[in-house]
């Protein structure tokens, strides 16, 4: 069954002329330093360069913290230095769109696509569903989509040749992600140590960086632009982190935790996104 998944795997690579990821390393200079960055300045001094090739490090952080923003940069600073790039996709979220607006180089990304599921955490959650996603999956079914994501990640892995590999699971609930067996993660990376990709995790909370990865924890708060009002303005009237049906979101302040004990590389680090007029 491995091999069978294997070949449908390198069928994709060559329908879509990414290949190379099965014979060849990365161009020459591609992987120089054995990081790679993610190109916002502030972000890469505290990373020493950018997060590590041959190790699994993750974003995590609640809904709305900038994970997936992040992740997207990544990518696109990736795609932009001639890198392929894969993205397994465990609950189908990610929006093409907002891809190509990061600067993501959609012929360079291998997008693995999941089920639209997730768990349904309360009642409300039920009644939010959108077009198209299951909402409240059965336990049994979450497990399986995730089993599958994993699955494909080590086959994407084992391919090799790709600078960033990410699988998204930030939509899984805490507890059943912890459901997974801890050698899950000790399998990801001895498939990926040694080799010049950066393999990334997304999650709600720290779950299985490697020895030498890092765990960026994420936070943000939100600026809204609208009438002025007597509370949550900034010093240019601009109302901080309050909304109303006659605001528009004017940008988002995102603080990144960088932890690594390793590396000696804790500290916060601000990234301010503007939004496009």
């Not at 190790?55 to 900038?66: A, D, I, K, N, R």
Request: charged share 20%.
């Amino acid at each position: 069954m491995t091999k069978q998944a294997l070949a449908v795997l390198e069928d994709a690579l060559r329908a879509r002329k990414l290949d190379r990821t099965l014979t060849s390393a990365m161009p020459p200079g591609k992987g120089d330093g054995q990081v790679a960055p993610a190109e916002l300045s502030e972000l890469d001094a505290s990373l020493q360069g950018g997060l590590p090739r041959g190790q699994l490090s993750e974003l995590v952080g609640p809904p709305s913290s900038g994970r997936t923003t992040l992740l997207l940069q990544m990518l696109a600073a990736a795609t932009r230095r001639g890198e392929i790039v894969a993205l397994v996709d465990t609950f189908d979220r990610l929006d093409l769109a907002s891809a190509v607006a990061a600067g993501v180089d959609l012929d360079r990304l291998l997008w693995i696509r999941g089920h639209a599921i997730s768990e349904a955490r309360n009642t409300g959650d039920q009644s939010r569903g959108s077009a198209g996603i299951s909402r409240g999956g059965a336990p049994w079914l979450v497990d399986r989509t995730i089993d599958r994501a994993l699955k494909a990640l080590n086959l994407v892995l084992q391919a090799g040749g790709f600078g960033v590999v990410a699988i998204d699971l930030a939509d899984a609930s805490p507890a059943t992600l912890h459901r997974l067996p801890y050698t899950t993660w000790l399998r990801v990376q001895r498939t990926v140590e040694g080799s010049e990709t950066a393999c990334v995790l997304v999650a709600p909370q720290p779950l299985g960086r490697s020895a030498h990865g890092l765990t960026l924890i994420l936070d943000s708060r939100t600026q809204w632009a609208g009438q002025p009002t007597d509370t949550g303005l900034n010093g240019s009237g601009t109302a901080v982190g309050v909304s109303s049906r006659s605001d528009r979101l004017a940008g988002l302040d995102v603080t990144v935790r960088v932890v690594s004990p390793r590396r000696r590389v804790d500290g916060d680090v601000m990234i301010a996104a503007t939004a496009s007029q």
